[in-house]
């Protein structure tokens, strides 16, 4: 079974950028379907971003053409790269992995992904 750490959170202005880091233990990692999900405070977790096992990608209206999620299997690791944060996107960030599926199919919902990190914060003060 796959275990996740996430990691690259903290606090930051808005404007800057981040990078969030998603350590993957296990073999398989190339295999599986990676998501960033988010959690602000009093609101529900929502999808961020996701990347198939053939390296395609999509992201949530809110975030596309700022974020920018990406995986090295060599180091079984997947990214998230933010750039001109805004305050709204403070919140925990979520790193899953699903480990089934068509490569061509993007999820995007929680109860598609059954292996989650801890989360990592994430503040962007204005």
């Known amino acids: 079974q796959v275990q996740l750490v996430e990691s690259g959170g903290g606090l930051v202005q808005a404007g800057w950028s981040l990078r969030l880091s998603c350590a993957a233990s296990?073999?398989?990692?190339?295999?599986?379907?990676m998501g960033w999900f988010r959690q602000a405070p009093g609101k529900e977790r929502e999808f961020v971003a996701t990347?198939?096992?053939?390296?395609?990608?999509t992201y949530a209206v809110s975030v596309k053409g700022r974020f920018t999620i990406s995986r090295n299997n060599a180091k079984n690791t997947v990214y998230l790269q933010m750039n001109s944060l805004k305050p709204e996107d403070t919140a925990v960030y979520y790193c899953?992995?699903?480990?089934?599926?068509?490569?061509?199919?993007?999820?995007?919902?929680?109860?598609?992904?059954?292996?989650w990190g801890q989360g990592t914060q994430v503040t962007v003060s204005s």
């Open positions: 899953a992995a699903r480990s089934s599926g068509d490569s061509r199919t993007f999820y995007l919902r929680e109860y598609e992904y059954a292996i």
């Open positions: 296990g073999r398989t990692f190339s295999t599986y379907h």
């Open positions: 990347i198939s096992r053939s390296d395609d990608t």
